[in-house]
């Protein structure tokens, strides 16, 4: 089972080192990492997003409470919280199948950042699972190249919302 | 705000807040990153430098310091080839769980990550192997990292901690003598609550029948023998520790069932498998104790730990308290009832009396076993005890019994070899008034024979007892168990003289081969407060029992009664 940690970190070099070395070594696969500086300049956000049971979840979290750099770790339960992915994709297109290719931006909310007479590059967020469905129905038309920031996350305030 | 004075350099500034920190003694080996400190060290009126021959001498005469006193060891090194060699030693402290602050040179900032004369990522490489370590880029910054550095490796479940220091950060002038602020959150340092209902967490104790206390490390780090033995009392509950909690209970004492585990007595593995309630005391359900799942499978098991990640780690549990072990007991204690236990002794004292430890002693050789008993005998057991790690490491810890904690010194996570002689030394000059005697093999000796050298330059009375059998003993006994005899690269054909070689060093030594030579061995070994290596010549056969095969329970242990069905 997927779940999203979001970790509260003290902002100096090394400490990314710390927390990843925490996973490799104790045998743990990272999906994704993204990391990033709070308001307070001290301090960053860290989401990783990490597949296992709730025993070795468990276990990551004990783990990386125990490390001094590491401030506060969050297990964020999908229904409670936002969580959003970037991606850039720069994919072919050709005469015929342009205006597919626009319609398809269209309907997914998908941000047009350039075109040229053989290229699309496009931006979209979403969560994990929309960002995928993007990028499979884009596959077709060749992906030239692509970049995802890996996910990010955050708790609703109001635990009611969805 | 920082208190400023007049500005001096960070290497003046290392040596005072080492001094501000009580710190008496330090372990080290000099080189050209770590001169500026060196320099300032010179003028030190409060902290002693022992100069040892090789850094994994000193980072382990810091361990042997520090368990046998409870205080921070220290240990120093240069940049690149000298912090590496402190490897292995910052990883037994982790593994063990022994407050070490170990410091070392760096190559100038300007100079970092450039591949320049002596410079290795030390920051990078003990990242898995300390609690804690930081690269300190400035002056300002000393105070902080070290205050921090010294809380986290003594606070909560104690630890290694590496600070290094490039070189011109020594040189800096700073003002700041004390940190503003500390970057590391409160629960590192700030000693913890106790966390549970302990009123509850007694009453499962209370209800049980076959009760049985299991004391790991943990006890003596958090000092907490005299509330492990006021509950073993109050509860009539027998104790049985870890290789690492020996001395935290008394081994003397009626209820004392001894050490569990691989190559733990017979009756505390019995007694495992036969009561219905286990308390974990400060132990972590190591592989070499518990098998996976598969430990104590008829009790209760119930956990006391300081670190809230050693909880159903390995082995699932059913009651936690979360907290300082001597805390948490004495919040315990007061709900502790006696109850009849009668049956449940009187079944303890008769696996004692028909599984006892057990060897054959007859013929001309001498056998480990009782010469170890001759020298516990001899020093009343009153003697801090270190071990290099392998055969000679497990039948000290049989055969010769500890009533106090901070006496027993061996590398128990890790098993490194090397670690004794250091260790030893290390203890003598924090226990200066105390006996100190080093138990070792030959294959282990010779990994950190150069510390020979530490001894006689100090002229400390560190006593050597070599159990010599020209085998890897300990690889030997798997080999014929496991591997049908095949003796694959565990014989030394050759061994230097030992005698000649403590000789070479101003050490008193003998070699015994024979029974009728074992009190003449003793007495000379033990007569005065001087040096002196004994050599004891063993058979190479001889083996330790009793043992759980790697990766087996309680349940497949073998006695040495059992030694001939073993190799049908």
């Given at each position: 089972m997927?779940?999203t940690l979001?970790i509260?970190v003290?902002?100096?070099?090394g400490v990314m080192?710390?927390?990843?070395g925490?996973f490799?070594?104790?045998g743990y696969?990272?999906?994704s990492?993204a990391?990033?500086?709070t ?5 960053s956000?860290?989401?990783i ?6 025993f070795?979840?468990?276990q ?11 401030l506060k770790?969050q297990d964020?339960?999908?229904?409670s ?5 970037l991606?850039?994709?720069?994919f ?5 199948n342009?205006s ?6 269209n309907g997914?909310d ?8 053989d290229s699309?590059?496009i ?6 699972r929309?960002v995928?469905n993007?990028i499979s ?9 692509i970049?995802?920031?890996g996910?990010?996350a955050?708790a609703y305030r109001?635990q009611n919302?969805? | 705000?920082?208190?400023t004075?007049?500005?001096i350099t960070g290497?003046?500034l290392?040596?005072?807040l080492?001094?501000e920190a009580g ?7 000099p080189?050209g ?9 010179y ?7 022992i100069?040892?021959?090789h850094e994994q ?7 042997g310091?520090?368990?046998?006193t ?6 120093i ?9 402190l ?5 037994d402290?982790?593994l063990d ?8 040179g760096q190559?100038s900032t300007?100079?970092?990550g450039?591949?320049?004369?002596q410079?290795?990522d030390?920051f990078g ?6 609690k ?5 880029k400035?002056?300002?910054?000393l105070?902080?990292h ?7 490796a003594?606070g ?7 600070l290094?220091?490039p070189?011109?950060v020594q ?8 940190a503003?602020?500390?970057k590391i ?16 967490f ?5 209800g049980?029948k076959?009760?049985l206390?299991?004391v ?7 000092f ?7 509950l073993?009392?109050?509860?009539n509950a027998p104790?049985t520790t870890t290789?690492?909690?020996?001395g935290a209970?008394?081994g003397?004492?009626p ?7 691989m190559?733990?007595t017979a009756?505390?593995?019995k007694a ?5 309630y286990?308390?974990?005391l ?8 518990a ?5 104590a499978?008829n ?7 300081i670190?809230a ?7 699932n549990?059913d009651?936690i ?6 805390d948490?007991i004495?919040?315990?204690?007061p709900f502790v ?8 002794i ?8 028909n599984?006892p ?7 001309d ?7 170890l008993?001759?020298v516990?005998t001899?020093t009343?057991?009153?003697?801090i005890v270190s071990?290099?790690v392998?055969?000679h490491q497990m039948w000290a810890?049989?055969y010769?019994?500890?009533?106090k904690p ?6 128990g996570?890790l ?14 000059f924090?226990?200066p008034?105390k006996m100190v ?10 990994m950190c024979i150069?510390?020979l ?7 400390l009375g ?11 003993g300990m ?7 496991f ?8 014989q030394?054909?050759?061994?230097p003289n030992?005698?000649?070689?403590a000789?070479?060093?101003g050490?008193p ?9 074992i009190?003449?061995g003793v ?5 005065d407060?001087?040096?002196?290596l004994?050599?004891?010549m063993i ?5 330790v029992?009793?043992m ?16 001939g069905k073993l190799?049908?």
């Amino acid at each position: 089972m997927k779940h999203t940690l979001s970790i509260l970190v003290n902002n100096h070099p090394g400490v990314m080192s710390h927390v990843s070395g925490l996973f490799t070594r104790r045998g743990y696969n990272i999906d994704s990492i993204a990391v990033g500086v709070t308001d307070n300049a001290d301090v960053s956000s860290m989401t990783i997003v990490l597949n296992g049971d709730d025993f070795i979840v468990g276990q990551v979290k004990n783990q990386l409470l125990k490390l001094p750099d590491v401030l506060k770790v969050q297990d964020m339960a999908y229904a409670s919280s936002v969580q959003r992915e970037l991606v850039l994709v720069s994919f072919s297109i050709t005469e015929s199948n342009r205006s597919e290719a626009l319609t398809i931006c269209n309907g997914f909310d998908v941000k047009i950042l350039e075109m040229t007479e053989d290229s699309l590059l496009i931006e979209f967020s979403g969560n994990s699972r929309q960002v995928s469905n993007v990028i499979s129905v884009i596959k077709p038309f060749g992906i030239r190249e692509i970049s995802r920031t890996g996910q990010i996350a955050i708790a609703y305030r109001n635990q009611n919302s969805v | 705000m920082s208190s400023t004075t007049e500005a001096i350099t960070g290497g003046r500034l290392m040596v005072e807040l080492l001094e501000e920190a009580g710190v008496e003694i330090v372990f080290g080996y000099p080189g050209g990153a770590i001169l500026p400190f060196y320099d300032e060290l010179y003028h030190s009126k409060k902290i002693k430098h022992i100069l040892v021959r090789h850094e994994q001498g000193a980072v382990h005469m810091a361990e042997g310091y520090a368990r046998s006193t409870g205080k921070l060891g220290v240990c120093i090194a240069t940049s690149g080839p000298g912090a590496t060699n402190l490897i292995t030693g910052l990883t037994d402290a982790k593994l063990d769980s022994i407050p070490i602050l170990a410091i070392t040179g760096q190559v100038s900032t300007d100079a970092i990550g450039t591949d320049a004369f002596q410079e290795a990522d030390i920051f990078g490489i003990t990242i898995p192997i300390t609690k804690y370590n930081a690269l300190i880029k400035k002056a300002d910054d000393l105070s902080r990292h070290f205050e921090e550095a010294i809380k986290i490796a003594m606070g909560g479940r104690p630890g290694p901690v590496l600070l290094d220091f490039p070189k011109d950060v020594q040189l800096e002038k700073t003002t700041v003598r004390k940190a503003s602020a500390l970057k590391i959150a409160p629960h590192h340092y700030e000693r913890p609550k106790v966390k549970g209902d302990a009123q509850a967490f007694a009453e499962v104790l209370n209800g049980a029948k076959r009760p049985l206390l299991y004391v790991g490390g943990g006890a003596i780090n958090s000092f907490a023998s005299a509330e492990i033995k006021a509950l073993a009392e109050k509860a009539n509950a027998p104790v049985t520790t870890t290789l690492m909690g020996l001395g935290a209970f008394p081994g003397t004492h009626p209820l004392s069932v001894g050490m569990l585990g691989m190559h733990g007595t017979a009756y505390a593995n019995k007694a495992v498998l036969e009561c219905d309630y286990i308390l974990n005391l400060g132990a972590r359900f190591d592989d070499r104790v518990a098998k996976y799942q598969d430990f104590a499978p008829n009790a209760i098991r119930a956990h006391v730990d300081i670190d809230a990640a050693e909880f159903n780690k390995r082995i699932n549990v059913d009651h936690i308290l979360h907290g300082d072990l001597k805390d948490a007991i004495r919040e315990i204690l007061p709900f502790v009832k006696g109850g009849d236990r009668t049956s449940w002794i009187e079944n303890i004292q008769s696996l004692k009396k028909n599984h006892p430890l057990d060897f054959d002693n007859s013929g001309d050789s001498i056998k480990p076993q009782d010469f170890l008993q001759r020298v516990y005998t001899k020093t009343k057991g009153e003697a801090i005890v270190s071990t290099d790690v392998g055969q000679h490491q497990m039948w000290a810890a049989q055969y010769y019994l500890f009533d106090k904690p901070n006496t027993w010194l061996t590398s128990g996570g890790l098993g490194t070899m090397g670690y004794g002689l250091p260790a030893a030394i290390g203890a003598k000059f924090g226990n200066p008034d105390k006996m100190v005697i080093c138990v070792t093999g030959d294959g282990s000796f010779q990994m950190c024979i150069q510390e020979l050298a530490t001894i006689a330059q100090s002229k400390l009375g560190v006593k050597i007892l070599l159990f010599n059998n020209n085998f890897l003993g300990m690889v030997r006994q798997w080999q014929e168990l496991f591997y049908e005899e095949r003796f694959s690269e565990s014989q030394w054909t050759y061994n230097p003289n030992f005698v000649k070689l403590a000789d070479a060093y101003g050490i008193p030594a003998m070699r015994i081969e024979h029974k009728s030579e074992i009190d003449k061995g003793v007495d000379f070994f033990l007569k005065d407060n001087g040096s002196a290596l004994i050599e004891v010549m063993i058979p190479a056969e001889e083996k330790v029992f009793p043992m759980i095969p790697a990766g087996k329970s309680q349940q497949d242990l073998i006695e040495f009664k059992d030694l001939g069905k073993l190799k049908k």
